[in-house]
């Protein structure tokens, strides 16, 4: 019957009552003209269903040039996007390490089908992923979908709102006029309570109140926040980065009614799809190959919007040696991209842009403009803000267009930059060229940017970084700095008057990086390149160093992992622990396992690995087997544990219960030179002295 409603509205706008009363009429259908009281919600539902149509059906992809067309039907765009039970993934424990994270769930994770998701009408739908994964894409196919009675077929009206949007309006106080400043030709004299609405919400961590909206407090000082809060009574979707996201749930964390997603961008396939849709028949085999030999592209193609400017790149930028051996190494690429695009279109090769001292000025304008808004979590901007950035330039403001974006609105016109990974990767280049190591760690929204900025001390040939920072920085001056301002922490009660000034600081490291200061620091040393040298050698050697091999490793922290422990060891250092937990390891992984085990005290085994032609040289000072969990043969045993048995002086061994050959583990062991055992097995433990009284008897403890 409302297919029948909707058709006869859809042919008969004028008189559609009367056509409507008359079909019904006919049909015999009296039970159903009461719904004729409900005619006004069918054309609100249907007007806004067109709106959506006709606003996202094509749209322009953010490319430069921006001038340029380019039409995307987002029906079928993205369609193979992952989609993931971010309750079953592990959760980003912080913002800092948000891309690190990412990188892990890529690992391992189980998909959700599109149609799955939105089969039932949940109270809250959340939507985490990070920077330019698809979240934005997802929901306008969201809107579109609904459009075309495709899903929340039960649902009248869905008004969809951009959070950056909202900062403009922090007077607003309740649902209605949120409604009539975004959506006033749909919602005069609109009765919410009327209708099944619902509301979805879009880029969450750029709200500018996220804070105050997570923490609510009685004496709310902001009226935009008390309509937010009368939302959460509706049905209501909301998408975010994941740190934003995590919090905005706690709000509401018995609702069991709610269901979080996490897009995880494209898989292999979709990637391959990407390629063969949007990449000349002659270049796609040259970007296959390159994202192939590329570790940290590779990492990274599953990111839609780092996958389509990739392709670009190779295919069309004038850069010799291009590898994106670093992540930085690829910001700095995409960077210099939308430079010669947009701002320096005269197409001569950067390092003859960069020669010109006004260009350099440029640069770092840009990268003040980013650093000012990206440190007040500003993601729009008035006319009135661009220009207290660009007067010093006496430029008008459609200089900067390629980075910065100008939107037009019933206000007038605002400002953002074009994509948040661009905003933030400015925004630590100019902190790196601007404040010193100190000011850095000290700032507490340059977290997230501390690889980049220890990135941009690579001062490689072959990377376009060099011509990004001021080459009178030394290398090596913000590992330095990490490791110092960790010692403070640790020696807080050495402290003397001079450094009482930095307990703040400390403070920071304690809170902030002193749970994942071992990764932060080996992501740091990759990302920049460095080496250990022999002032950074007593500090680094301070640390006792664990390296895991697990299936929740990325091969770009497999890589980062790699350089780090191949520098450590050349320069005389020996790790403390090694922990594998992977059978069927990368050949990089195998390097990794090789360089480790020849320089490390305690080696740990949690699943079966065996490796041809290891050659195990060094001592290993403890040896634990933690195989509970597998049922393996004698012959798996040997080949895989048996060597390193042979240089251990401890040893420990956890074996499953149902195993049959452990009299044969036991005459191994005898005939080895160890100092110490306990071998774990149904419940019962043996240690050195079971092992001669076996030998010596013949008679096994074990019945």
């Known amino acids: 019957m409302r297919n029948l409603l909707e058709k006869l509205y859809e042919h008969y706008p004028d008189d559609y009552k009367s056509k409507i009363i008359c079909s019904l009429n006919n049909l015999n259908r009296n039970d159903v003209l009461k719904d004729i009281e409900n005619i006004d919600k069918l054309k609100i539902s249907m007007a806004l269903k067109n709106f959506y149509i006709q606003r996202f059906k094509e749209i322009d992809e953010p490319q430069p040039p921006l001038k340029t067309t380019f039409n995307v039907n987002l029906l079928n765009k993205f369609i193979d996007l992952c989609i993931v039970d971010a309750i079953n993934v592990k959760k980003d424990t912080a913002y800092t390490i948000e891309r690190t994270e990412f990188l892990k769930k890529q690992m391992n994770y189980k998909l959700i089908p599109y149609e799955e998701v939105f089969r039932d009408e949940k109270s809250l739908l959340l939507i985490s992923g990070i920077a330019g994964i698809g979240k934005s894409w997802l929901l306008k196919k969201c809107l579109l979908d609904w459009a075309n009675n495709r899903i929340w077929e039960k649902v009248n009206l869905v008004f969809y709102f951009e959070c950056k949007f909202l900062n403009l ?3 607003i106080s309740n649902i209605n006029e949120l409604l009539n400043v975004f959506y006033k030709d749909f919602a005069k004299d609109l009765d919410i309570n009327k209708h099944n609405i619902l509301f979805v919400f879009d880029g969450l961590d750029e709200f500018k109140y ?5 923490n609510p407090s009685p004496s709310c000082e902001y009226p935009i926040l008390n309509a937010l809060a009368e939302i959460r009574k509706y049905n209501h979707v909301v998408a975010g980065r994941v740190y934003a996201t995590d919090q905005f749930q706690n709000l509401d964390p018995e609702n069991c009614n709610k269901l979080t997603i996490q897009i995880m961008g494209f898989n292999k396939d979709g990637i391959n799809n990407y390629i063969e849709n949007n990449v000349n028949q002659n270049k796609k085999e040259d970007v296959k190959n390159f994202l192939k030999g590329s570790k940290t592209a590779k990492a990274m193609a599953s990111v839609p919007f780092y996958l389509s400017l990739m392709c670009k790149i190779i295919i069309d930028f004038k850069q010799t040696n291009t590898s994106f051996l670093t992540m930085t190494d690829l910001y700095a690429s995409i960077f210099f ?17 960069m020669e010109s001292k006004y260009h350099k000025k440029y640069v770092f304008t840009i990268c003040k403009i980013a650093y000012k808004l990206f440190v007040k979590n500003k993601v729009v901007f008035s006319r009135e803000e661009f220009r207290k950035f ?21 206000l007038g016109y605002h400002y953002q930059f074009l994509h948040l990974t661009l905003m933030e990767f400015c925004a630590a280049v100019y902190a790196y060229n601007k404040f010193s190591g100190e000011e850095i760690i000290s700032k507490k929204k340059l977290n997230s940017c501390l690889s980049m900025i220890c990135g941009l001390t690579n001062l490689s040939q072959n990377s376009l970084i060099r011509f990004l920072v001021d080459l009178n920085q030394g290398q090596y001056w913000f590992c330095n700095c990490l490791f110092n301002f960790y010692d403070y922490n640790e020696n807080m009660t050495s402290i003397n008057e001079e450094k009482m000034s930095m307990i703040h600081i400390c403070n920071l490291i304690r809170n902030h990086l002193s749970s994942q200061f071992d990764y932060l620091f080996i992501e740091c040393f990759y990302e920049s390149q460095s080496l250990i040298t022999e002032e950074l050698k007593p500090t680094v050697n301070k640390r006792k160093w664990v390296i895991s091999i697990d299936d929740g490793k990325s091969s770009y922290e497999t890589s980062c992992q790699k350089y780090f422990v191949n520098h450590y060891l050349n320069s005389g250092g020996k790790l403390t622990k090694l922990k594998v937990c992977k059978k069927n390891l990368t050949d990089e992984e195998k390097d990794l396992l090789v360089q480790c085990s020849n320089n490390v005290r305690i080696l740990i085994f949690c699943c079966p690995i065996k490796i041809e032609g290891l050659k195990r040289e060094n001592k290993v000072e403890w040896l634990r087997i933690c195989i509970s969990n597998y049922i393996i043969s004698r012959r798996d045993f040997k080949e895989c544990f048996l060597p390193w048995m ?9 074996l499953h219960n149902d195993i049959k050959f452990v009299k044969n583990i036991f005459k191994w062991i005898h005939k080895l030179n160890i100092q110490w055992l306990m071998i774990t097995y149904r419940e019962s433990r043996f240690n050195l002295e079971d092992v001669k009284n076996f030998n010596s008897t013949k008679k096994c403890p074990i019945s």
């Open 337 to 353: 991209y939308f430079y010669q695009k947009h701002i320096n279109r005269t197409n001569e090769p950067i390092y003859k842009t």
């Open 646 to 654: 042979k240089v251990c002086e401890k040893l420990e061994v956890r």
């Open 210 to 214: 996220l804070n105050e909206l997570v």
């Open 169 to 171: 309006y922090e007077n």
């Open 390 to 410: 660009t007067s010093d330039l006496g430029k008008v403001d459609n200089q900067f267009f390629g980075f910065i974006e100008r939107i037009e609105t019933n």
